[in-house]
């Protein structure tokens, strides 16, 4: 059985939500907050969430961590009993995990040409002129 880490998860959570703009510190808090309920384990029973809580399970469905599954349990009484569960997605964070951040090494050389160009260039006046 395989076990996410914590650094795993926080680069997955950047790989996807943080290229959609959430910052790195909320990206940091949502992970300790998701491995908080799953620990070592890959389910969590859906009894254990609040309605916050399972709006952001629902959040991280979307966005492909989690998954659901329920398991049907006939009582003694004889009724049935419904057990819904959030199964954490290992291998589909590993690989978002896994995939290279983007980088745009153009944006970088075009930001080095303004750099590098003289500040005299950038006057209005030509050097020792005023108005």
Request: proline fraction near 3%; aromatic fraction near 10%.
């Amino acid at each position: 059985m395989s076990v996410v880490s914590m650094e795993e998860l926080v680069l997955a959570l950047k790989n996807t939500l943080g290229k959609k703009g959430m910052q790195e510190s909320d990206i940091k808090r949502l992970a300790e907050y998701t491995m908080s309920f799953f620990g070592y384990t890959d389910s969590v029973i859906d009894n254990r969430l609040t309605s916050e809580d399972r709006d952001v399970f629902y959040m991280l469905e979307e966005e492909g961590f989690v998954t659901t599954t329920e398991e049907e349990v006939h009582l003694k009484k004889g009724k049935m009993w419904r057990i819904h569960y959030w199964i954490l997605k290992k291998d589909q964070i590993s690989r978002l995990a896994s995939m290279p951040e983007e980088v745009k090494p153009e944006a970088d050389e075009l930001a080095m040409i303004y750099e590098n160009i003289d500040k005299d260039v950038w006057a209005r006046e030509p050097p020792g002129q005023s108005l």
